[in-house]
């Protein structure tokens, strides 16, 4: 194998920990600095929406940008300004300060993303194989990673702008010595600010949005389910983790998966598996069936989103950070749409049901499968 593609492997996995451990740091220390603000519940879950705000129009517009200036030079300066991003969100004085940092830092990590996605897109073209479903493994990664040390520093006392300043000048040493290693990609002669989802890319688009109401239920859910049926406060935090454990183990054998049943199959009867598992997990009434069934999640849903950009950065007559801009706008729509519905149907049938609802969502995904068809032509 060519060293400098395993050297360029090394990078764009790095910015992808980077990418997971950043967005864990901050959730991890949410509480903190709400209490900092004095915030109430209501006016927090407000504030919160600026970050999926930031991230929608990302979406819109990273296709375009990253297109302009190449997905090596915005990966590069996405990360950098992603780090200043973090850190000033500790140092917000104001409810309404803290909601325009979290647009901006939300804006920045989606223009982030969309460039390592790219940047993967071009790697997995040069090695001749699947290796897409690895990069997400790392994202997995440094999300645990971030979670556990965001946990033992919040239980240290260190201050936020403290742990997310440590943050930033470890991200930005792991971004000046990899940086060098990323690949150098064409910028297109035609460039769209936005490409609507259409075609091939539609299908996609709806596979995202039901996937990020469906897979989200466990981050918004899971705690409160798993108290519901009687858990002790650090139970109900393992419900998060198992199922990004489980996802990142799924991840790391999604390639081989892929190489050997094609992504069709693999994204199929992992969302079947996935839905199939919580259903019944949440039907027992158990805490154990419960963890089982949100490990199952994790598992299912595992290589859906690597597949997902991977096929869609193959789409005739758009670049890559185009094509996955426009998924990942309406996966962003899902994240969006998806507390708002779950929270209904949980008002209305309680918090199992909201499960229920993200399991048959599930299954509308394993349906969607057949649009990943022309990523396995290509693959394989």
């Given at each position: 194998?060519?060293?400098?593609?395993?050297?360029?492997?090394?990078?764009?996995?790095?910015?992808?920990?980077?990418?997971?451990?950043?967005?864990?740091?901050?959730?991890?220390?949410?509480p903190a600095v709400s209490e900092g603000l004095g915030l109430e519940a209501v006016v927090?879950?407000?504030?919160?929406?600026?970050?999926?705000?930031?991230?929608?129009?990302?979406?819109?517009?990273?296709?375009?940008?990253?297109?302009?200036?190449?997905?090596?030079?915005?990966?590069?300066?996405?990360?950098?300004?992603?780090?200043?991003?973090?850190?000033?969100?500790?140092?917000?004085?104001?409810?309404?300060?803290?909601?325009?940092?979290?647009?901006?830092?939300?804006?920045?990590?989606?223009?982030?993303?969309?460039?390592?996605?790219?940047?993967?897109?071009?790697?997995?073209?040069?090695?001749?194989?699947?290796?897409?479903?690895?990069?997400?493994?790392?994202?997995?990664?440094?999300?645990?990673?971030?979670?556990?040390?965001?946990?033992?520093?919040?239980?240290?006392?260190?201050?936020?702008?403290?742990?997310?300043?440590?943050?930033?000048?470890?991200?930005?040493?792991?971004?000046?010595?990899?940086?060098?290693?990323?690949?150098?990609?064409?910028?297109?002669?035609?460039?769209?600010?936005f490409a609507l989802p259409q075609g091939p890319l539609l299908f996609l688009g709806l596979?995202?949005?039901?996937?990020?109401?469906?897979?989200?239920?466990?981050?918004?859910?899971?705690?409160?389910?798993?108290?519901?049926?009687?858990?002790?406060?650090?139970?109900?935090?393992?419900?998060?983790?198992?199922?990004?454990?489980?996802?990142?183990?799924?991840?790391?054998?999604?390639?081989?998966?892929?190489?050997?049943?094609?992504?069709?199959?693999?994204?199929?009867?992992?969302?079947?598996?996935?839905?199939?598992?919580?259903?019944?997990?949440?039907?027992?009434?158990?805490?154990?069936?419960?963890?089982?069934?949100?490990?199952?999640?994790?598992?299912?849903?595992?290589?859906?989103?690597?597949?997902?950009?991977?096929?869609?950065?193959?789409?005739?007559?758009?670049?890559?950070?185009?094509?996955?801009?426009?998924?990942?706008?309406?996966?962003?729509?899902?994240?969006?749409?998806?507390?708002?519905?779950?929270?209904?149907?949980?008002?209305?049938?309680?918090?199992?049901?909201?499960?229920?609802?993200?399991?048959?969502?599930?299954?509308?995904?394993?349906?969607?499968?057949?649009?990943?068809?022309?990523?396995?032509?290509?693959?394989?």
């Amino acid at each position: 194998m060519n060293s400098g593609l395993v050297r360029a492997r090394g990078a764009i996995s790095s910015l992808f920990l980077l990418h997971g451990f950043i967005a864990a740091s901050w959730v991890t220390r949410i509480p903190a600095v709400s209490e900092g603000l004095g915030l109430e519940a209501v006016v927090l879950g407000t504030i919160l929406m600026g970050n999926m705000a930031g991230s929608l129009a990302g979406s819109i517009t990273s296709g375009g940008l990253v297109d302009r200036y190449g997905s090596r030079m915005a990966a590069r300066y996405a990360a950098l300004a992603s780090l200043v991003g973090l850190v000033s969100l500790a140092l917000m004085p104001s409810a309404v300060l803290l909601f325009v940092g979290l647009a901006i830092y939300g804006l920045l990590m989606s223009y982030f993303n969309i460039a390592i996605n790219a940047q993967a897109t071009a790697l997995e073209a040069r090695y001749g194989r699947p290796i897409f479903s690895s990069f997400h493994a790392m994202w997995s990664l440094g999300a645990l990673l971030g979670a556990l040390s965001g946990a033992g520093l919040a239980g240290l006392g260190l201050e936020p702008w403290l742990h997310f300043a440590l943050v930033g000048l470890a991200g930005a040493l792991m971004v000046g010595v990899g940086w060098r290693w990323l690949l150098e990609t064409p910028v297109p002669p035609i460039r769209r600010v936005f490409a609507l989802p259409q075609g091939p890319l539609l299908f996609l688009g709806l596979m995202g949005f039901c996937t990020a109401i469906s897979d989200g239920s466990i981050a918004g859910w899971s705690g409160v389910y798993l108290r519901s049926l009687g858990a002790p406060e650090w139970i109900a935090a393992l419900g998060f983790a198992v199922h990004q454990s489980v996802m990142m183990l799924g991840r790391l054998s999604g390639d081989w998966l892929v190489a050997r049943f094609g992504a069709v199959k693999v994204v199929r009867y992992g969302a079947l598996f996935g839905g199939l598992g919580l259903g019944i997990g949440v039907l027992s009434q158990s805490v154990e069936g419960a963890l089982l069934g949100m490990a199952c999640m994790g598992w299912g849903m595992a290589t859906l989103f690597p597949m997902m950009f991977a096929a869609a950065s193959g789409t005739p007559g758009l670049s890559a950070a185009s094509a996955i801009a426009s998924v990942s706008t309406m996966s962003t729509l899902g994240g969006l749409v998806g507390p708002l519905l779950l929270g209904s149907v949980a008002e209305v049938g309680g918090v199992r049901s909201s499960f229920l609802l993200a399991a048959a969502l599930a299954g509308v995904v394993s349906w969607l499968a057949f649009s990943l068809s022309s990523y396995r032509s290509r693959s394989l």
